[in-house]
């Protein structure tokens, strides 16, 4: 697995948008909507290929008949830094080897973007929601690619949970930007910027 992108949530995507910009001292770029779940997002191209994504329910868009993904029905409170995505070039094989609520398997689409994510029945994702979405992309195109470039690159992402050491050995995986510490269930993510060093939590 690497590190594919990071999510901020909010109870709506006005308010997710600025808790990004105003962090970072940044503008977001427009994304789209996800028809299958009845979100919508706005879009941040980071260094290293990565990307920040501001997400929330879509007032406009009709009951998807699901649960939504990374527990978006559940969403309460301020915008925050709420899931981070990880990348794999086979989501079948990976999710064989975890434990079983990471997820099914779900073909998505957005313009010319093709992807797979796993995605919990119940939407919320193991270890309260902060056990990382897995998605594998179809084709050679990725946000990241294609995101105008924003001055800002990902120096650390924490993630924080009483049960912090199950967690880093599932995941398994080898970025020095991710660093995990036993405590109450968070991500922070700091950032270098050309405003100098910044934090999203």
């Known amino acids: 697995m690497e590190l594919d992108h990071l999510a901020v949530a909010g109870a709506t995507l006005n308010e997710a948008t600025e808790a ?6 940044v503008t977001l770029q427009p ?5 299958l779940f009845g979100t919508h997002n706005r879009l941040l191209g980071l260094g290293d290929g990565l990307y920040l994504e501001a997400i929330a329910i879509d007032p406009a868009a009709p009951d998807p008949g699901r649960a939504r993904w990374f527990d978006l029905d559940a969403f309460t409170g301020p915008a925050r830094l709420s899931n981070w995505i990880c990348r794999t070039p086979d989501l079948a094989s990976a999710l064989a ?10 073909d998505l689409r957005r313009g010319d973007l093709r992807w797979r994510m796993a995605v919990p029945d119940g939407g919320c994702l193991p270890y309260d929601n902060l056990f990382p979405a897995l998605i594998q992309w179809q084709g050679t195109l990725h946000p990241g690619s294609i995101l105008a470039t924003s001055g800002c690159t990902l120096r650390r992402l924490v993630v924080a949970h009483p049960l912090a050491d199950d967690l880093r050995a599932l995941v398994a995986m080898n970025d020095p ?8 269930a968070a991500l922070m ?12 939590r």
């Open 20 to 25: 990004i910009e105003t962090a970072l001292g």
């Open 31 to 35: 994304g789209g909507q996800h028809d």
């Open 97 to 106: 080897a975890l434990p079983k609520g990471v997820g099914s398997p779900v």
């Open 177 to 184: 930007r991710v660093e995990y510490e036993v405590g109450p």
């Open 189 to 200: 993510a700091e950032f270098d910027t050309a405003h100098g060093r910044r934090t999203l």
